[in-house]
Structure formats: C-alpha cells, structure tokens
C-alpha cells in the first residue's frame, strides 16, 4: 500500500499544498523576486499549513479543546519566528502552556509533532510552561537567541504576553551575562565553520559575516537595549543609519543566495561551494570583465557584504561591551595626554581636539597608528568607529608629514599587522594605497589560495612580523634588518596587480612605482620596492620548479638580485607569501629548500655569509656513510643529489637510499615506501638503472594513477651511473589512515609490472559526486605549456600548467616520451585543483632543443594531449 494512504487527509492535503505552493515559489525567486520577499511568502505558506495542522490536532480532543485553546500558545522560534525561514529550513515550535495543563499536554504535542513530520518538515519542537522557558533561557544563550526571535501563532494571547513581559524582565536583569555567553555561543560556532570572513567555500549561514552574523546584531541588541529590529536600534541611537542600511543590504543578498542554494538542492543546502559559485554567477547575471570572471565578481559581492556585516559586529559587540564605556569613562583618570590630541592608558582614546582632528585629515588617522604601535597599545574602540564614519570625507591627496607617518608605522613589527586590517577596515588604507580599493573582496578563483586579494596582502605582512619570534634563519634574517618598512610595504601591495588582463606582477610594477611617488621614497628604495614587488615570484619560481643545484642557475639569480640586502628581503617576502597563503602552506620543508637557496646565493653576494645549508646536509649524509667500502662512489653520487631530494627526508634515510643504489643489480626494483602521518601521505621511493625499460617515469606514473592514487609530487632523478631515484608523494582515497601493508604491497607489484611489461595502465572508474561533477565547469584557468632555454645550458624546460584530474601526470609524462624527449629532472607540484609541472629535458643525444618549430610541436603536442 502507497505510504500516503496512511496519512491523515488533513496531512495528505497540506503535503499536496505545500509541494504545489513551494513550486511557485521557486517561479517567483527564479523571476528575481527579493529574497525577503520569498522568506515572508514562505513563511505565511508555513503558517498556512501549521496553523491547520494545529487546528485539528485541537479538535481532535473534544474533551480538553477548550482548555487548549485558553491555555496554550503556540510560539515560533528562531528563523521562523523572524519571518526568514529559507525553503527547506527545519521550524522552531513552542507550545508553551498553563502550568495547571502539564500533565494533558503530551498528547496534543506528540499529535502536532507527527503531523508536521508526515507533512515532510524538519522540526524542532519544545513543550514547557512560561517560568520554566524563561529560566531556562537565562542559562542557554541557544534557547535565548531563539526566543529573542518569538512569534504567536495561535493560542493564548495574554499566555503569550505573560510570557513575553518575564522575558524581557529577565533579560534586563542579566544583559551583562548574556552579552557573554551569546557571544561565547557564536565564538564556539565560527570555530566549526571558519574563523575568516575569506574562506574559499563558506556557508551562507552560519561562516563569519554571514546571517547568522546578522542575526547576532539582533540578539545582542535585545540583550543589550531591548530591541532586536535594527531599524528601531538606529532610531533609538544605539546604530549608525549606514550600518543599519548595511545589515539590511547584506540580509536580501545573503538570503537570495541561500533561498537559490536550497531551491536547486531541493532540500537544506548552506554550503556556498565552488560548483554552486560558478552557478549562481550565470543565474544571477554576472558577467565578468577581461581582467575577472564572472564567479569572481559575483564571490566580490558576497564577501562585500559578509565583510561589512563582520566588522560591524565586531563594532557593535565593542560598543555594547559591559565594560567599554566604564574603561573609557576611567581613561582619562589613568593615562596620560600626548600633545593635548591622545590619552594613553590601558587604551589610547582621543581628545576632543584630536577627534576633530581626525574627522578632517588622513595624516592624524596614521599618527595615531603609528602611536598605537609605539606603544604597544589599541585603539579604543569609539575611536575607530569615528574613523570609520568619517573615512569617505578624507582627501585622496596625501601630505608630507602624511606619507611619513605611513612609513613609520611599516617600520616596527609589534602591532601592524593589526592596525593595517583595522584601516582597511575603517577605510582608511586606500586613501594611502588607492590600489586597495580595486583588491578589496576580490576573490581568486582557485583551490591555491585561501582568501581575497586584500586579506592575502594583510596577512602577509601579518606572518612576516611573526618572524620576529622564529628561532630560525627567517627570525635571524628579520631582525638583522634594520629598516623593514620596505620589506612590509613591498608584501601590502605585491598582489594588488590582480584582477586585470595583464600579468599581475607587471600590474604591480607600476602599483609599486605609483606609491614609491606618492610616499616619497628615494630613488634607491623606490627601485628597491620595485623590484621586490614586480619580482616577488622570482624565489619561489626557481626553488621549486628548477634546479638549484645547477651553479649557473645560482649566480644568474644572485645578478639579479644584485645586494644582499634586497636578497634578505625577497627571502622574508617569500615565506610570508607562502605563510599567508593559508594555514601549512609554508611547512618545514619549503622553509629549507628556499634557505639553502637564499644561503647559496648569499655567498656569490657576500664572501662572509654562513655556508650553504645544502652542502651541510651532503656533508651530514656523507658522514653517515663514511665507513662503506667504495667511499668515492658515494661522494661521487652525494655531489649529485639535488636539493629537493636533501631536503625532503632525513640523512640517514638519504643514506640508506644510497645504500640500496650501490648494492642495485641490472634490471633490479627496489621500492621503499613511507606513511607521512602529518599530512595523510605515502611517500614511494623508487630506485632502479635507467636502461631498464624505455619511458620509465611515464609507467610509474601511470602503474600508481591506475591504483586510484593521487599523486601530489614527484621528483624523478637521474644520477651517475644512469641510476634512477624517483620520490613520488601520494595521498591513497581508499584509506582515511595509514593504508596496510597489503594495500602497499599490491601497489609494489603494479610498480614492478610496469616497468617489467608493456601493459598499458587503465585508470579506476569511480562514481562522482555532484561537486566532482562540476569539475569541468570550475577549471577556468587555460592549460598552458611554457618551454624556457634560458635558465638551463644543458636541458629544455618544459612547464605544463594544467587542471588536474585522473591521469594527467600520466599523459604529459608519456607524451614527452611518444615526443622523443629524455626527462632528466621533473619536478611535479599539485595545488588542490591545479598543476605545475615542470621538465629538464634533452632529445635522444642528449642534446636542448633549439629549433623553433620543434619546439612549437613539443608545445601543440602536450596542449592536444592534456585538453584532448
């Protein structure tokens, strides 16, 4: 029998009702309809249905309907209490009743509650008398934020009012402690959901500057002054009107989005991924410019909106804070005036004179910072709030003493990174660097990097004061700077090239040019800024995507730099850059490939400079092997170890790889495998002679793609003797652990076939998801192959940017082989979605690749054979 004959026609006709109205519904949001708008029609659809669902649940008791109905309310909470209930959202119900009624309420709540559920809601639901609902709001900030949110529906009105009026009395009387606990409560949330408002797929609900955000401002102002609407906050002048406009505009966009999220999910859907950003672009008719993609303008807008509100609240909570206005009242008592402008306390506040000060000139804004970081001392927040009010008057002409202030304030570590965000935030940073304007919530479209372009630029300069504390050669490196305002103003500005048709880091020369102008630089450091900034790829190109123990590469890079002063900085530049491209981006072994680069190019620029690291890790592993017969042989082949493979496992590991390479028969495998707990990896590392089948990089790759892993990084090396040494660092989906042995066994066995057969490998065919389905739609950036006869006297260099995808390495890799082409060095790098792969190769004499039209063979090739 069909499950729907068993329900209750009152039920079976408010399920029909509801699929057939929610339908429309969607017509109406697809036409354009605000997203408020659709809320509150939802919303009276829900009342529609609940209401008569209640209605019968009440007549279905004859005995006590007319108890029920004089002493009982039925209440909404949360979302639907507020009236912005999204399509598939679950309902809060309250059936709050008469004390009396206790022992004869169950059954009427278990009849409603079933009812909905059959109707097809998710609901929550709660049964419970006027005292003991109030009492326990005071001690849940959950059940208070829900009942901030209350609405009657049907039932008891002077129940409901009684209930009302305790509330509110009970909320004025403990305001201060729930102050605390909300936002003790919301603190706990945005550790699950993201602490940045610039997370790459963030959920419309419940991350940072999203609704629920908004719906904070609404419960602390409840708490605060007994009112949650923020218009009646504004009027009552506890708001700013352009906050409260603010709120309102970011509430319509926000709930547009996640009514679109839950429509085209047709169920609960918060979770604004990459797939629905690329959607919801097209549908809400963005169009993209030549210099960004429509996603990206349409991410813009949302981080806009969820920037504003986050830094709103961050406002708001200051200003309500217990303890703000008693501290500030104490101020003047406990610190002291700084030229009749500033009080410096436990807080540095503004006079009167200073206030309007600010209120009219830039310049005191950075004067102020730059005493903030002076001392060592915040900004009360008042003070903030009144710059921020007055920011869009200030004059985008920037003085002598302005531009000085600006660069005084770059030059001490202690608090800048804070007062860079904080004027950002207030609006005050692009009225010094007007380029902060355009990079403002501009997004980048890739799985790479972590936040908008503005927030990467904050948070580097962030990560490069905290080498203040490194005990490392990045700490060391710091502190010996004795000025390091260029250092922190080349990391604010050296992305802010993108967003525009041209490369970003020609972009940025002229950026850089532009602001060496405007804050009156001398010559030397102008150019010095100009470098780091166009230039700030430089480091990390070379050490992680070409050979650094090619000598010719090292001096090249040393004459490029030029002194070992802009050496120190564009090492410090690009950690930060790699620190604050997200959380253990820069991770251990990054640090010590770009040191060993930064320590050898510092001897060809200064005879002093401490010996290179790599030569101390040769030497390190050299001493481990010291008493093997034939010590020649292993001096031999330590000199030829490259960089990346010292720095990537330990000397004694390295010393045993060697072992095993010396002892190596003709046509031998041998294969030694790693688990690398703190990153969920496998390491393999591969050792065989190079004539043992001809493609041998192309078939291991191909043996372990064919396993269903996916491979992150590879280094294949070709040492003396025509011995090979390949480190391939996989992450196995099937196993969320350390796979076991016989997993790793049975991947061994595919190695050795591969290069024992000519079998070719066939790829495991998997069911998607809906994300994984959309891949193709995300990949927006083109495929690329690059080929570079400069860097290298003896090899071509092929770089191959590219999507991944199953099976990709195996395809460039055995295309350069069908080409004719000998892959001395590959150096293969995987950024969540996106590849950089790089090979020194030579033809079949071992020879570069000169000729102009073979080169563009090699090129068309590679392309046909990655989009094909």
């Not at 200064?606 to 010291?626: I, M, T, Y």
Request: contains cysteine; negative net charge; proline residues 4%.
């Amino acid at each position: 029998m069909p499950s729907s004959l068993k329900l209750r026609p009152g039920v079976l006709a408010a399920k029909e009702w509801l699929a057939s109205e929610r339908k429309k519904l969607r017509e109406q949001h697809e036409s354009g309809s605000p997203g408020i708008q659709v809320c509150a029609h939802l919303t009276e659809m829900l009342d529609r249905v609940v209401l008569s669902l209640y209605e019968s649940a009440v007549a279905d008791f004859p005995d006590d309907a007319a108890r029920y109905r004089e002493e009982i309310a039925l209440v909404a909470l949360g979302g639907y209490g507020r009236g912005d209930v999204a399509p598939y959202s679950d309902i809060d119900l309250m059936v709050l009743h008469h004390w009396a009624l206790s022992p004869r309420i169950e059954k009427l709540a278990k009849r409603l509650m079933h009812d909905l559920y059959d109707v097809g809601f998710a609901v929550g639901q709660s049964v419970r008398n006027p005292v003991e609902a109030c009492r326990l709001a005071m001690k849940d900030a959950t059940v208070y934020t829900s009942f901030v949110e209350s609405r009657l529906l049907a039932g008891s009105e002077p129940l409901y009012e009684k209930f009302l009026r305790r509330f509110q009395r009970d909320s004025r009387r403990h305001w201060r402690g729930l102050l605390k606990a909300i936002e003790r409560s919301r603190a706990v949330e945005r550790s699950q959901f993201g602490e940045t408002v610039y997370l790459l797929e963030p959920n419309v609900k419940r991350s940072p500057g999203a609704l629920r955000d908004i719906q904070l401002v609404r419960w602390l102002g409840f708490a605060r002054y007994g009112e949650a609407d923020p218009t009646a906050l504004q009027m009552s002048g506890a708001m700013l009107k352009e906050d409260q406009r603010a709120l309102r505009r970011a509430s319509e966009f926000l709930l547009r989005v996640r009514n679109d999220l839950h429509f085209h999910a047709g169920k609960s859907n918060d979770v604004l991924d990459r797939a629905e950003q690329v959607r919801l672009a097209s549908a809400f008719g963005y169009e993209g410019t030549e210099g960004m993609l429509p996603v990206e303008q349409f991410m813009r807008e949302y981080f806009r909106h969820t920037r504003a509100v986050s830094n709103l609240v961050g406002r708001f909570f200051s200003q309500i804070h217990p303890w703000s206005a008693i501290a500030e009242w104490f101020l003047p008592l406990v610190g002291h005036q700084m030229e009749g402008d500033f009080i410096v306390g436990p807080r540095i506040k503004t006079t009167h004179r200073g206030l309007a000060k600010l209120e009219r000139d830039v310049g005191e804004v950075l004067r102020l910072a730059d005493l903030s970081n002076l001392y060592d001392k915040r900004v009360a927040a008042s003070t903030w709030q009144a710059i921020h009010k007055a920011s869009s008057q200030y004059s985008d002409q920037l003085s002598p003493a302005a531009a000085g202030r600006f660069l005084s304030l770059l030059d001490h570590p202690k608090r800048l990174g804070e007062l860079l965000h904080q004027l950002h935030e207030v609006g005050a940073l692009e009225k010094v660097v007007p380029e902060f304007a355009h990079a403002r919530c501009l997004l980048q479209f890739n799985e790479y990097h972590k936040f908008t372009v503005d927030e990467h630029c904050l948070r580097a300069v962030d990560e490069a004061t905290q080498f203040e504390h490194d005990q490392g050669l990045l700490g060391e490196v710091y502190r010996g700077l004795p000025h390091k305002r260029l250092l922190h103003l080349a990391l604010l500005i050296h992305d802010l090239g993108k967003g525009f048709v041209e490369d970003h880091s020609e972009v940025g020369l002229r950026i850089a040019e532009h602001t060496a102008r405007r804050l009156r630089l001398g010559e030397r450091d102008a150019e010095t800024l100009k470098f780091l900034v166009h230039k700030h790829l430089l480091m990390s190109h070379l050490a992680f995507r070409r050979d650094t123990s090619d000598d010719q590469l090292i001096v090249k890079f040393a004459v490029d730099v030029g002194s070992p002063e802009v050496l120190r900085m564009l090492y410090l530049l690009t950690a930060a850059d790699f620190a604050a491209v997200g959380p253990g981006v820069l991770n251990q072994w990054k640090s010590e490939v770009l040191a060993d680069l930064y320590l050898r190019t510092m001897r060809h620029l200064a005879g002093d400079s401490p010996s290179a690291s790599a030569e101390e890790r040769r030497a390190d592993v050299l001493a481990r092997v010291g008493d093997e017969p034939d010590s020649e042989w292993f001096a031999h082949e330590i000199a030829a170890l490259p960089s990346s493979l010292l720095f990537s496992m330990p000397a004694e590991r390295i010393a045993d790889q060697l072992r095993q390479l010396q002892t190596l028969m003709d046509g031998e495998v041998r294969i030694a495998t790693r688990y690398l707990a703190e990153t969920g990896t496998v390491e393999f590392l591969i050792a065989t002679h190079e004539d043992i089948t001809p493609g041998v990089f192309h078939k291991l790759t191909g043996a372990l793609t064919g396993q269903g892993l996916e491979i992150l990084s590879a280094d294949i090396n070709t040492l003396p003797d025509r011995l090979i040494l390949d480190q391939f660092v996989v992450r196995d989906p099937d196993y969320a652990a350390e796979p076991p042995q016989d997993r790793i066994s049975s991947i061994n066995c595919r190695l050795n076939e591969a290069l024992s057969s000519e079998k070719q490998p066939a790829f495991r065919k998997v069911w998607s998801s809906s994300k994984q389905q959309h891949r193709d739609a995300l990949s927006v950036l083109p495929t690329r192959v690059r080929a570079d006869n400069s860097t290298s006297d003896r090899y071509t260099i092929i770089d191959v940017f590219a999507c991944d995808r199953t099976g990709l390495l195996y395809t460039v890799a055995r295309t350069i082989f069908e080409l004719g082409l000998s892959v001395s060095l590959a150096k293969i790098g995987t950024y969540l979605d996106q590849v950089v792969d790089v090979f020194y190769v030579t033809d079949q004499a071992g020879r570069k690749i000169d000729d102009d039209s073979r080169l563009q063979q090699i090129r068309e090739r590679l392309l046909a054979a990655i989009d094909g």
